[in-house]
Nanobody, 124 residues
Framework: QLQASGGGLVQPGGSLRLSCAASGLTFSHYAMGWFRQAPGKERNFVATLSRGGSRTDYSASVKGRFTISRDNAKGTVYLQMNSLKPDDTAVYFC???????????????????WGRGTQVTVSS
């Protein structure tokens, strides 16, 4: 089970940190991903992180502004979001997939487990 939290309302240029806590799985065996879905749009890739944390990948729209990280001891993955823009407004979802070391995944269909989303709204 995955539980995302940390969303909210923030002004443009602000920051938020999302968390996703995992339970019921061996967290260190799983690659993790963050996706987002704006109203009326498809769910899109945001960031992914290998099971050991050594490899990351980001969508072009967030690269340089967002950082994905994990704490395997706590079973939690994070998404630090800086320099937020109104276009970042969406429901953010975390996802998990059992993976070999170093593997990352940017396609939603590759993930096995999904958390409920957390709403991020960027508005003045």
């Amino acid at each position: 089970q995955l539980q995302a939290s940390g969303g909210g309302l923030v002004q443009p240029g602000g920051s938020l940190r999302l968390s996703c806590a995992a339970s019921g799985l061996t967290f260190s065996h799983y690659a993790m991903g963050w996706f987002r879905q704006a109203p009326g749009k498809e769910r899109n890739f945001v960031a992914t992180l290998s099971r050991g944390g050594s490899r990351t990948d980001y969508s072009a729209s967030v690269k340089g502004r967002f950082t994905i990280s994990r704490d395997n001891a706590k079973g939690t993955v994070y998404l630090q979001m800086n320099s937020l823009k109104p276009d970042d407004t969406a429901v953010y979802f975390c996802a998990a997939r059992e993976a070999v070391s170093g593997a990352t995944y940017s396609e939603a269909r590759r993930y096995t487990y999904w958390g409920r989303g957390t709403q991020v709204t960027v508005s003045s």
